[in-house]
């Protein structure tokens, strides 16, 4: 524990919190109406498939037909995060490809399990990197409708060098494929179904203030799904 003491409105507090690692949440469980499940990932870094694979396992214990996962505003994050969350939605088979400017490939690969439920994936023009691979992953092996706007199109994969003086060089060092091997750079991802939010909806979504009923993308995956489980 820490002793703080500190002024407010002129008079002087004192406190003694407790101090502990915060860890945000990146992934988070809702049920929806008939039975869909949405799984919200905010990145895909430190935790992130440990609390995504938790949040589809509280949906498929609720009776989850059909899942949405919305990757919107995503800036990416780690690779592995991602490739353990693919592994547990795709069929056996690579799912994803990283080659280095010296021509060294890696391959990423899937088991034969996988979660067999229709499934649709959220994206706008915000999602970035690892955020696009997963939404591409899942069109290419046609488990996933993809919904919204194109994507960035980041596909370069960077090392970062901390330097001593406390700041840190960024430098790309290779590039990332979809499993057929296609990249993204400059090109995004292309949904599926097409829907755009005007700028109040969009800015709302950004700061987490659109119900559900008023998120066009949303409702439209959610039209995708019920079809499917109809």
Known sequence: TVDLTFE???ETVELTVERADIVNPVAAA???????????????DYHCAEQTLA??????EQGAKALVFDVRFN????????????????????????????????VDKSDAACLEIPMAVLVNEDSYSAAEFFAAALQEYGVAEVVGMQTSG?????????????????????????PSGKSL??????????????YADYESLYYGTLAHEEDEQLQAAVEVLREKIS
């Open 8 to 10: 407010r409105s002129g």
């Open 30 to 44: 809702q049920m929806l109406e008939d039975g869909i499940g949405l799984v919200s990932i905010e990145n895909f």
């Open 55 to 60: 949040a589809i396992d509280t949906l498929l």
């Open 75 to 106: 800036p990416g994050g780690l690779k592995d995060q991602m490739v353990k969350v693919l592994d547990t939605l795709l069929p056996e088979g690579d799912i994803f490809r990283s080659v280095d400017y010296a021509g060294r490939e890696e």
């Open 154 to 178: 980041k596909g370069n994969f960077q090392y970062t060098f901390n330097l001593s003086d406390g700041s840190a060089v960024a430098l790309s060092v290779g590039k990332y494929f979809t």
């Open 185 to 198: 750079t400059d090109v995004g991802v292309t949904p599926d179904v097409e829907v755009n939010l005007d």
